[in-house]
């Protein structure tokens, strides 16, 4: 399942990123902040005015904001 | 042993850098901006416990020295010494997150590995503290291989020990590890290691931390979150009206008694009349409406402090999103509410490179403060001060609308550029979400005081300058008896030949004439008007509400709506066009703002005067 499907407070690991469905400096971030292959996460908050975007992770103990697009990219299995 | 003359802070964002640079330098600091890049230079003077002063430099905070921004690319280039007319630092003060070690702790290898004398401080410990995480610094001074100490800039703990650690650092130099031998190591290593140095230095860790979570599912709320920022937005707007009043008027009374000081005290003749319609009447109008951007300014740093100000973009992204940017786009743009220059500097933030042209375009379409005497003047003379509703009054009701007549235009034309001439992908938004804290008053009171400075220096400065240069070209040619000051003057002379192009869209004379010194600054526009006026008049009253009364006698409702128009799209002052020079690296983009923004507020202002005409206003 892809992270962008995962439900809000579940806890998962990031398996896999399709980098290529990201833009090379969003990759560049993403890495920085450790949100990558085994990277440990789970969904804080979703959508503001009935929309699905954007999405708060919590990673470590840094929330961390992004687009569906991003999560999208990421492969994530429940922990 | 050389003597340590530089030292540098470095370290994640949110590691609360900024705070212990506060707390170590205090309020003596030299910011300017770094040559050729508009990110800030922030130097301060530190005291060693030995008594010598230390350099100490606050560098943009970055998550690796691979730079995605111009901001990283600054910290990378004076940390390696490689930038120019900037000597390398002899010492490097690491800033961790106490609480997020394990992803602070990947930079700060890469720092460590340069081989330079390094110290970490242990930052905002009592956050982590109350997070449940105990850590053991002698821990982590040994996995790192230099001195840790743990501080809390905020509350000013730990500095003593930070800054004997700062003077030890030369001597341990030769103590630690020279430069890394294995320079290619892989950022899942350096994480590796980092998740490895965090778990030994953490003794205990309860997974709660409630307060923030608490706050964010109510901030972050899908519907409550927006609700609560814009009841934000509305209370930081109706303070800066409110608030600032009483103030305010005591500085315009104060300029009022100024000028009746001078007039009772001087001979009447050239330099006084120099001193009361030049200089008090024009500074004076301008220098009444610090108050309101000093209260602005308070909201903006207590949402960057607190930790909202990231939230406030989280709930934005999706309608910036809806006109191509993201929420990383609000925070300039809120800024530039008070002023477009450090609004436009804000951009640097946004990585996507198309996204950040964008947002600098449409900058100056957010009312800045400087429009706000301009705006002030002209709705308590012309617009009535009537209620439409308990509590709401017709001329805050306009002045709201004015804000949102450059914030709509704002979004349209943000919409037409990412379809036309910044054309491209979807931005994307990545961004962290600090923790909450409490911010402290100094580094609020410091924050204030360099916003307000930089007013009253463009006050005593450049508006200065345009009032008196104003002044002489209206008292100057003197006129013949019987004939008016202003209609002989040079500057009078001036307008009557610019007239033919604004008195289609309803400009008078005096308007007109105030156009040309407010591209230096806006607010010269009323300040412009005083003195003309004031050159005018043998009235010894030259205060604001002098300048209010002639304008509801002279101006008609038409005209002063055009005006108003104008202003909410008119080109920006001369410093914002160099700002946007110097962040796009040529003419081309500040040329295209100046020009639409030219086209807009002619469009408009004609728009405004013609329809308000055909209604009978």
């Known amino acids: 399942m892809t992270l962008e499907a995962l439900a809000i407070g579940q806890r998962a690991r990031i398996v896999a990123v399709d980098w290529d469905r990201v833009a090379p400096e969003d990759g560049k971030r993403l890495r920085a902040l450790g949100i990558d292959e085994g990277a440990r996460i789970a969904i804080a908050h979703r959508g503001v005015l009935g929309g699905r975007d954007p999405i708060a992770i919590m990673i470590g103990r840094m929330t961390i904001a992004l687009r569906r697009a991003h999560a999208e990219a990421m492969t994530v299995e429940h922990l | 042993m050389t003597r340590l003359r530089r030292a540098a802070l470095v370290g994640n964002p949110n590691a609360g850098k900024s705070a212990l640079f506060n707390a170590l330098t205090g309020a003596r600091q030299k910011i300017a901006n770094y040559p050729g890049v508009t990110v800030e230079r922030k130097v301060g003077r530190l005291v060693l416990p030995s008594g010598e002063p230390v350099e100490l430099i606050d560098l943009p905070g970055s998550y690796s020295f691979d730079a995605a921004s111009p901001d990283e690319e600054v910290t990378r280039k004076v940390v390696m010494g490689e930038f120019p007319g900037e000597a390398k630092p002899d010492a490097l003060v690491i800033v961790l997150d106490a609480a997020n070690l394990e992803q602070h702790l990947v930079f700060a290898q890469e720092v460590i590995a340069l081989g330079v004398p390094t110290v970490v401080a242990l930052n905002m410990i009592d956050l982590a503290e109350r997070d449940g995480l ?47 031998p294995r320079p290619h190591i892989t950022l899942p290593e350096r994480r590796l290691t980092a998740r490895n140095i965090a778990k030994a230095a953490i003794l205990s860790e309860s997974t709660e931390h409630r307060i923030h979570a608490g706050l964010d599912k109510v901030l972050l709320h899908p519907w409550l979150g927006p609700l609560i920022l814009f009841a934000i937005l ?41 001193v009361t319609e030049g200089v008090i009447a024009g500074v004076g109008s301008v220098v009444v409406f610090l108050p309101q951007i000093v209260i602005l300014f308070f909201f903006i740093l207590l949402m960057e402090a607190s930790g909202y100000m990231a939230r406030a973009a989280f709930v934005m992204d999706r309608m910036m999103a809806s006109v191509g940017l993201s929420g990383k ?61 308990p509590f709401v009054g017709l001329q805050g009701l306009v002045l709201l609308g004015l804000y949102l007549a450059g914030i709509v235009g704002a979004m ?168 946007a020079r110097r962040e796009t690296n040529g003419w081309k983009w500040p040329a295209f703002m100046v020009g639409y923004l030219f086209a807009l507020a002619y469009a408009f202002a004609g728009l405004t005067y013609w329809l308000a005409t055909a209604a009978g206003l």
């Open chain 2, 412 to 579: 349209v034309v943000a919409l037409v550029l990412r379809k036309s001439v910044t054309k491209g992908d979807a931005s994307g938004f990545i961004m962290e979400l600090p923790r909450y804290q409490l911010p402290a008053v100094k580094d609020l009171l410091i924050g204030l005081w360099q916003r307000a400075w930089v007013f009253l220096r463009r006050a005593g400065t450049i508006i200065f300058a345009a009032t008196v240069v104003l002044w002489l070209l209206l008292t100057f040619p003197k006129a013949d008896p019987g004939e008016s000051q202003v209609d002989a003057s040079f500057a009078g002379q001036i307008a009557t030949a610019m007239h033919p192009v604004f008195e289609p869209i309803g400009f008078n004379r005096e308007m007109t004439l105030a156009l040309v010194p407010a591209m230096a600054a806006r607010e010269v526009a009323v300040s412009s008007l005083a003195t003309t006026y004031a050159v005018d008049s043998d009235d010894e009253d030259k205060t604001l509400a002098a300048l209010e009364g002639k304008i509801s006698q002279l101006w008609g409702l038409p005209t002063a709506l055009a005006f108003l128009a104008w202003f909410v799209f008119a080109p920006q002052c001369v410093s914002t066009i160099a700002v």
């Open chain 2, 329 to 389: 786009s609000f925070i300039p743009l809120l800024s530039s509410f008070a002023c477009a220059i450090p609004g436009i500097m804000a951009t640097r933030s946004i990585a996507d490179p198309k996204d950040r042209l964008t947002t600098i375009l449409i900058a100056p379409l957010m009312t800045c403060s400087a429009r706000l005497p301009v705006y002030g003047i002209i709705i308590a003379a012309v617009i009535p001060n009537t209620s439409v509703a």
């Open chain 2, 134 to 180: 105990v850590l053991d610094p002698a821990a982590l001074s040994q996995a790192l291989g230099v001195p840790v100490v743990p501080t809390v800039a905020v509350r000013r703990r730990g500095l003593a020990e930070l800054t004997e650690a700062i003077g030890s650092a030369e001597e341990l130099a030769d103590a630690q590890s020279h430069p890394d």
């Open chain 2, 234 to 274: 509305f209370v930081i707007f109706q303070a800066v009206f409110a608030w600032a009043t009483p103030f305010a008027d005591a500085l315009d009374a104060g300029a009022g008694a100024l000028s009746g000081l001078v007039v009772a005290n001087f001979p009447a003749g050239f330099l006084r009349d120099l």
